[in-house]
């Protein structure tokens, strides 16, 4: 056997030893894993927080965030993975192999190495880029759907909280009514009718306050959970504040269906099944495969003329591609997935442009409320009573043309708090729907 002659046994050590030093690598701690905060915990929330600071704040601890995150990751993982070649196999025989005229062959040793046809690998690594692509989309557009959440949340906790306002001043309103009928009554121009009647709604406003306080606590917990904070954390009284006036409707839907995120995860994904189609084509052609054997001759021979000499082969060889049948299947399913697709991204537009349209109408409508209430209702509903009152405790009116304009003011004024919670969640869904952050 010739020292001189063992570049395959060098180039197959190489290779099977060139992977160990990563090893060490597979295996993290939990801590090493984590890319964000996933236990609730009560950090600390400014007084003059208001509904926009909170959804910053979701968007940094919301658990579902960092799992998708997490997702993101595991594929631009995958990326790598379809670009690399498979890996090289080895081989070794030994035992009573042939005798060749220079000798008894003692051992033969080889690598192989299999070269997708040009074009495959490329493939494979677009589609996989293609899916992280549209993870990255839906990652923005589940950024989009849990600020609406929080906005939703936090205008029902403004109502509740409004609810409450209202009937606390309502409830001291009904003391200094209920004063004055005390005061007629025992001046005999009243009636023990009229002081039931006052009892009988201050305890309806009771009822009115229990509710809205299991209200106010019920959107707190709910408005804590998507912040990921225990249920009880203190949240600061929510405010009152002015939406903008939105783009013209056109306008609104043309952004929306260009670049939503829901439009781009579908169109993200359109591209990676045209790069499976691609791929699917090419499995039509042969890989090819080349390699290299060397074999140990040993030195002695039945042959006269034996000399020793090693014994290096190289080979070239392809795969034959002749079950044509899953490969027409690989072919159709990444025709029905474009086509699937295509399906949700035009599904995709149409409710995007139903969100938008409902949601700017409602909006439109919230606005018109707000002003005829705040201009003319509540006003006019405000003074009835006052001259109902007045009239009352001159002995003009009875009680009960107080208690029906009281009660129609408590109703406008908590219709107009719903007006204005109406408007914020009109708005909160349209810039959820026209990805406006």
């Known amino acids: 056997m010739r020292k001189h002659t063992r570049p395959v046994l060098v180039l197959i050590t190489l290779l099977v030893g060139c992977q160990t030093p990563e090893s060490h690598n597979l295996s993290l701690t939990p801590s090493e894993m984590r890319s964000g905060q996933i236990k609730a915990i009560n950090y600390r929330i400014s ?18 965030l960092t799992a998708a995150k997490h997702k993101i990751d595991r594929l ?3 990326i790598a993975q379809e670009k690399a070649l498979p890996d090289p196999q080895a081989k070794i025989s030994a035992g009573n192999l042939a005798e060749t005229a220079a000798g008894q062959i003692n051992t033969i040793a080889g690598i192989e190495q299999k070269i997708p046809f040009p074009g495959k690998r490329r493939a494979k690594a677009m589609a ?13 557009n ?23 306002r209202i009937s606390l001043e309502n409830r001291e309103i009904l003391e200094t009514v209920q004063e004055i009928v005390q005061a007629r009554v025992e001046a005999n121009e009243g009636t023990q009718a009229d002081l039931l009647r006052i009892a009988t709604e201050a305890s309806k406003v009771e009822q009115q306050l229990i509710s809205a306080r299991q209200q106010v606590n019920s959107h707190k917990a709910r408005l804590n959970a998507l912040l990921n904070r225990p249920s009880r954390s203190y949240l600061p009284h929510p405010t009152r504040s002015s939406s903008p006036s939105s783009d013209s409707l056109n306008k609104l839907i043309k952004r929306a269906e260009s670049s939503h995120p829901s439009i781009k995860a579908g169109q993200a994904r359109i591209a990676a099944f045209e790069h499976r189609l691609d791929k699917a084509r090419l499995d039509a052609f042969p890989d090819f495969l080349i390699g290299a054997q060397h074999g140990w001759v040993n030195n002695s021979g039945l042959s006269p ?16 591609p ?11 399913e990444a025709n029905a997935g474009i086509a699937e697709m295509q399906a949700g991204v035009a ?4 409710d995007l442009r139903q969100r938008i349209e409902d949601a700017w109408f409602r909006a439109q409508a919230s606005r018109e409320m707000i002003s005829l209430f705040d201009q003319r209702l509540i006003p006019d509903a405000r003074q009835a009573h006052q001259l109902s009152l007045q009239s009352y405790s001159a002995g003009k009116q009875s009680f009960v043309d107080v ?11 908590l219709k107009q708090e719903g007006n204005r919670a109406s408007l914020g969640k009109a708005y909160a869904s349209l810039k959820s729907a026209a990805a406006i952050r």
Do not use: C
């Open 305 to 320: 003329v034996a000399n020793g000499d090693d014994q290096t082969m190289f080979t070239l060889g392809v795969t034959l």
């Open 322 to 332: 002749i079950w044509q049948k899953p490969r027409r299947a690989k072919i159709r």
């Open 76 to 78: 631009q993982a995958k």
């Open 47 to 64: 007084v003059n927080a208001n509904a926009e600071r909170l959804v910053d704040l979701a968007l940094i601890h919301h658990p579902s």
């Open 128 to 140: 996989a880029q293609k899916e992280t692509n549209a993870s990255e989309a839906e990652f923005e």
């Open 347 to 350: 599904n995709s537009r149409a």
């Open 403 to 413: 208690l029906d304009t009281w009660r129609l003011l408590l109703s406008l004024q």
């Open 142 to 164: 589940l950024k989009l759907r849990i600020s609406e959440r929080v906005r939703f949340t936090y205008w029902d906790y403004y109502l509740a909280y409004q609810s409450r």
